[in-house]
């Protein structure tokens, strides 16, 4: 297709877009620290130390930090757990590694956690999109949660969305004590209620610290820049990739003229 003549000063068959910029983000992680986020994951650490969720959670979120600020260090961090509720652990919003550290010192278990409701997670969100929104910056919230029988409830207006809800469930597999089903069905739900752009969930049974660490790298993706979740087909397996056409019609020829 080409240009209208006199309405652009683009060349015949050249569009541009309009240049838009996409915010800056605040980041808020909110840790589950209910007693199954000890669970041991299926790796060991140095001198064959047991590596749990709660510290497979750090490492990945340390890695997610360092690598979103090497593509904008203008975004900016704070941190919160999730008990019964949700509690800040270091509130203010910081570009420094050093301030994930400070707050992961903060961190100590609930085991008493019995339940786990993210309603005063959402008012903590909603009060500081505000305030991002005032600084021309967005708000996201990075939910990690660890239980697999405790379902997670929330009381919100569902027509209010003010920030990006991303989930990352890390839970056991199926049994009499567990329904890590349920769990992600509710969780489903909290999203679709306060996600303002696309929010992703993300879960994994396997105990793998290497699941967690690509999901994280899938959060990288800025919510003004996804696509649906659904549209995700990353990462490919390379073992499951089927030849092109015309690397197929390649490889017949050679074996035609090494025949000949």
């Not at 949660?145 to 597999?173: E, M």
């Not at 659904?230 to 490919?236: G, L, Q, W």
């Amino acid at each position: 297709m080409e240009g209208v003549e006199g309405q652009s000063s683009t060349p015949p068959g050249r569009y541009s877009f309009p240049p838009s910029r996409y915010s800056s983000e605040d980041i808020l992680f909110c840790i589950d620290v209910s007693s199954e986020s000890l669970a041991e994951m299926k790796v060991t650490g140095p001198s064959g130390r047991s590596i749990t969720r709660l510290d497979s959670i750090k490492q990945a979120i340390l890695v997610f930090i360092n690598a979103k600020l090497t593509i904008n260090p203008d975004h900016r961090f704070a941190f919160a757990s999730l008990g019964k509720s949700a509690s800040w652990l270091r509130k203010e919003f910081s570009s420094e590694v050093e301030s994930a550290m400070a707050a992961f010192r903060g961190l100590s278990v609930d085991s008493s956690s019995g339940h786990a409701d993210l309603t005063q997670l959402f008012r903590i969100a909603a009060h500081e999109a505000k305030k991002s929104r005032a600084q021309n910056r967005i708000l996201r919230v990075i939910l990690i949660y660890c239980r697999s029988s405790v379902q997670p409830q929330h009381q919100w207006t569902a027509n209010q969305k003010l920030f990006t809800l991303d989930v990352v469930c890390l839970h056991d597999k199926p049994g009499p004590d567990n329904c890590p089903q349920k769990v992600y069905d509710a969780l489903v739900d909290a999203l679709e209620n306060v996600t303002e752009y696309e929010g992703y969930i993300l879960e994994s049974g396997q105990g793998l610290s290497r699941v967690l660490f690509r999901h994280m790298c899938v959060l990288l993706s800025h919510p003004q820049q996804r696509c649906l979740q659904d549209n995700i087909d990353i990462p490919k397996s390379l073992m499951k990739k089927s030849p092109t056409a015309d690397s197929a019609t390649a490889v017949e020829e050679s074996v035609l003229v090494s025949s000949q």
